[in-house]
């Protein structure tokens, strides 16, 4: 089974703060990698898919980078609304899926 | 507009059966994938399982082979999960998500809010 990390587990950042998240595969899955935010007590959210492409609809702010076993999602300047937990997700193993254990960002 | 919207939720007994439904509206149900994801009080997410469009082929984390049956009804764009011995554990919001395909990868593009069971005596 894949098993997927992310670092940190949470962080404090301020508006405007350039923010970035890593996760990690326990194994090479190419490019088959998606990143969700979620706020608290809503549905997740889609942000980005095949690691680096942007979902309709989501700011530009937010980008993905990576392939193999190292993945990255960068936040280019932190908004208001941009404080939430940040997930990754394997589909290299679809239709089966894993996700990570998230990162929380919230305000410095 | 793509709505998802779950039903079902609940207080149950250890070792009870509940029964999930999620109504699909706004797109073609039947040309997509379809997956249940758990995220328990507190903790993050887990995805339980997905069916295939036409019901032939379903898949399951480990946690819940055995003991969950993920099912749907093209003609009343509905997905289903039966929970049978329902342990604690097990205790979590379910949402339903859809499963979108892109470039040999998937990924769940659209979520309903969520329903909420609750494993206890």
């Known amino acids: 089974d894949i098993q997927m990390t992310q670092s940190p587990s949470s962080l404090s950042a301020s508006v405007g703060d350039r923010v970035t998240i890593t996760c990690r595969a326990s194994q090479s899955i190419s490019s088959y990698l998606n990143w969700y935010q979620q706020k608290p007590g809503k549905a997740p959210k889609l942000l980005i898919y095949a690691a680096s492409s942007l979902q309709s609809g989501v700011p530009s702010r937010f980008s993905g980078s990576g392939s193999g076993t190292d993945f990255t999602l960068t936040i280019s300047s932190l908004q208001p609304e941009d404080f939430a937990t940040y997930y990754c997700?394997?589909?290299?193993?679809?239709?089966?899926?894993?996700f990570g254990p998230g990162t929380k960002v919230d305000i410095k | 507009e793509v709505q998802l919207v779950e039903s079902g939720g609940g207080l149950v007994q250890p070792g009870g059966s509940l029964r999930l439904s999620c109504a699909a509206s706004?797109?073609?149900?039947?040309?997509?994938?379809m997956s249940w994801v758990r995220q328990a009080p507190g903790k993050g997410l887990e995805w339980v399982a997905n069916?295939?469009?036409?019901?032939?082929?379903?898949y399951y984390v480990d946690s819940v082979k055995g003991r969950f049956t993920i099912s749907r009804d093209n003609a009343k764009n509905s997905l289903y999960l039966q929970m049978n011995s329902l342990r604690a554990e097990d205790t979590a919001v379910y949402y339903c998500?859809?499963?979108?395909?892109?470039?040999?990868?998937?990924?769940?593009?659209?979520w309903g809010q969520g329903t909420l069971v609750t494993v206890s005596s």
């Open positions: 069916i295939k469009q036409d019901g032939s082929e379903k």
């Open positions: 997700q394997q589909s290299y193993s679809t239709p089966i899926f894993t």
């Open positions: 998500a859809r499963d979108e395909v892109i470039r040999g990868g998937s990924s769940n593009d659209y």
């Open positions: 706004g797109f073609t149900f039947s040309s997509y994938w």
